[in-house]
């Protein structure tokens, strides 16, 4: 810590452009995140930037990115963490992460506010300076998507990419990602939030939440039901008080069926010529999700909490 404070005054002249990847949890923003940073247009926070963020200056100056990055790399493989538990993208040092696991640090809350921008503008110079070229910052965070104006109010420079899915869809694995993560203490979040390793040792929080998870599901579901409406609620009756030209919206599905045509769409919104030639084709290889019986089972309830949603994405009502 003491030998980052020493290069901290160099970051005062660092400017950034940030590109944000928005959506709902489990709505693709990941696979997204990945296929973007692929392209080598950007500038991406990675699992590095976030776990080794009080060593990332005095890293770079001694010359000790690459050692670090790599032992990351071998804890990961010596933990036996293949991937990230909730999903099979395989992590390393250099994997696209959330920037609210760092912003949890400071504050409750893992969206940018009043009190933790600061942390988060630090955090993007902190990469632009490292990386050395004008490449645009790429950030990805579910919990800003329903604060979007908020950033754009901060940031007037940042452009936006939202993704959709079907809300069955994203609610039956935000349903199973929170199950999994209760069932067994996931190595790599614990890397990434203090809060989570404190909470997992906490049986008072811990055996309730997995009683409720696991034995009510229907409970979980309404929950997660809710806070998805609000947030797609916020989307639709905020996205127009954005500049058509500051953002791109696609869905999953659509992204899915057309991955290289979607691709280069969203770079020529963003006025970008992939550097790297990818094959979005290969790399986006999506997995058939069940819908969870538990959010079937209450399916109209989800309907009637976003209707709305339903009809301006053309979501049936099953799927």
């Not at 993007?124 to 490292?130: L, R």
């Not at 910052?137 to 007037?156: A, G, R, T």
């Not at 979040?189 to 409720?212: A, G, M, V």
């Amino acid at each position: 810590m003491n030998r980052e404070i020493q290069y901290l005054k160099e970051l005062q002249e660092v400017d950034f452009q940030p590109v944000f990847i928005l959506g709902v949890h489990r709505s693709g923003t990941s696979i997204l995140y990945k296929m973007l940073t692929a392209t080598g247009c950007f500038n991406p926070v990675t699992a590095y930037h976030l776990i080794s963020y009080h060593e990332l200056l005095s890293n770079y100056h001694e010359q000790k990115e690459e050692h670090a990055k790599q032992k990351l790399t071998d804890s990961f493989i010596k933990n036996g963490l293949q991937d990230r538990g909730i999903d099979q993208l395989k992590v390393t040092a250099d994997f696209p992460e959330e920037y609210g696991f760092l912003l949890n640090t400071q504050t409750v809350q893992m969206r940018i506010t009043k009190k933790n921008v600061t942390l988060f503008t630090e955090l993007c110079k902190k990469i632009q300076y490292i990386a050395g070229n004008d490449k645009s910052i790429l950030l990805k965070n579910p919990y800003d998507f329903p604060n979007f104006l908020y950033i754009k109010q901060i940031f007037p420079k940042a452009r936006f990419v939202f993704i959709h899915r079907h809300p069955l869809k994203t609610i039956s694995s935000t349903l199973n990602a929170f199950r999994m993560i209760l069932n067994n203490k996931n190595t790599y979040t614990t890397q990434l939030s203090e809060i989570y390793d404190k909470f997992y040792s906490n049986p008072l929080l811990l055996q309730p939440l997995r009683f409720i998870f696991h034995k009510i599901p229907e409970c979980s579901v309404v929950v997660i039901t809710r806070i998805t409406a609000k947030a797609t609620d916020y989307y639709l009756k905020n996205i127009e008080k954005l500049p058509k030209e500051d953002y791109v919206s696609i869905t999953y599905e659509e992204f899915c069926r057309h991955p290289q045509e979607k691709l280069e769409n969203i770079m020529e919104r963003l006025s970008l010529n992939m550097i790297k030639k990818i094959d979005a084709v290969s790399l986006i290889n999506p997995r058939k999700v069940d819908v969870d019986c538990s959010v079937q089972k209450l399916r109209e309830h989800i309907y009637n909490s976003m209707k709305t949603y339903y009809d301006v994405f053309h979501y049936k009502r099953d799927v």
